[in-house]
T-cell receptor
Framework: TQLLEQSPQFLSIQEGENLTVYCNSS?????LQWYRQEPGEGPVLLVT?????EVKKLKRLTFQFGDARKDSSLHITAAQPGDTGLYLC??????????????FGQGTTLQVKP | GAVVSQHPSWVICKSGTSVKIECRSL??????MFWYRQFPKQSLMLMAT?????????EQGVEKDKFLINHASLTLSTLTVTSAHPEDSSFYIC???????????FGSGTRLTVV
């Protein structure tokens, strides 16, 4: 069973479109992170959300942590070809103290066509 | 910011040989490092947790005798794939936690191809 369900797993859109990626769980997380990974590289941290209901913005990217800290979303406005990559959500289960194992979602492969 | 250096970035080896991958935290100490395996367009799969000065903790289904992990110092963990076979070909990534933030810093990965 997947502790963090990430959807969609594949997304192909045109430049300028908006998109949302979701991460859902039945478990509570003390924090959730979003990473972006390009082929042949390691994941790079985009943002960490810690507080239920928290919203963080990073240029055209908006990240939200659910009130109950069981889900998170990533919204990209006016996607550009440079946004193409694998997006990963990951988190620490509540009680693991942010020093335990990161739980990963399945990943979302995003392709933005010019 | 925290930097994790992974070496080599790619390696090709013959079946039956062993390959060592290094993971170094460059500007911080890491008592714990993690080793992942990743297949194309898939998420990371945790293989083991590397603990400085003690034995690694392996995830279920990961052969500890095949994937040897050594964490001899606070800045270096190594993963040795022993008697490699073509099915071991994959992208291996390490990570370490910088005590200053909630996320983990990842190495750039090692593409292993066994021929």
């Amino acid at each position: 069973t997947q502790l963090l369900e990430q959807s969609p797993q594949f997304l192909s859109i045109q430049e300028g479109e908006n998109l949302t990626v979701y991460c859902n769980s039945s478990s509570v997380f003390s924090s959730l992170q979003w990473y972006r990974q390009e082929p042949g590289e390691g994941p790079v941290l985009l943002v960490t959300v810690v507080t239920g209901g928290e919203v963080k913005k990073l240029k055209r990217l908006t990240f939200q942590f659910g009130d109950a800290r069981k889900d998170s979303s990533l919204h990209i406005t006016a996607a550009q070809p440079g946004d193409t990559g694998l997006y990963l959500c990951a988190g620490f289960l509540h009680g693991s103290g942010n020093t335990g194992k990161l739980i990963f979602g399945q990943g979302t492969t995003l392709q933005v066509k010019p | 910011g925290a930097v994790v250096s992974q070496h080599p970035s790619w390696v090709i080896c013959k079946s039956g040989t062993s390959v060592k991958i290094e993971c170094r935290s460059l500007d911080f100490q890491a008592t714990t490092m993690f080793w992942y395996r990743q297949f194309p367009k898939q998420s990371l799969m945790l293989m083991a947790t590397s603990n400085e000065g003690s034995k690694a903790t392996y995830e279920q289904g990961v052969e500890k005798d095949k994937f040897l992990i050594n964490h001899a110092s606070l800045t270096l963990s190594t993963l040795t794939v022993t008697s490699a076979h073509p099915e071991d070909s994959s992208f291996y990534i390490c990570s370490a936690r910088d005590g200053g933030h909630y996320g983990y810093t990842f190495g750039s990965g090692t593409r292993l191809t066994v021929v």
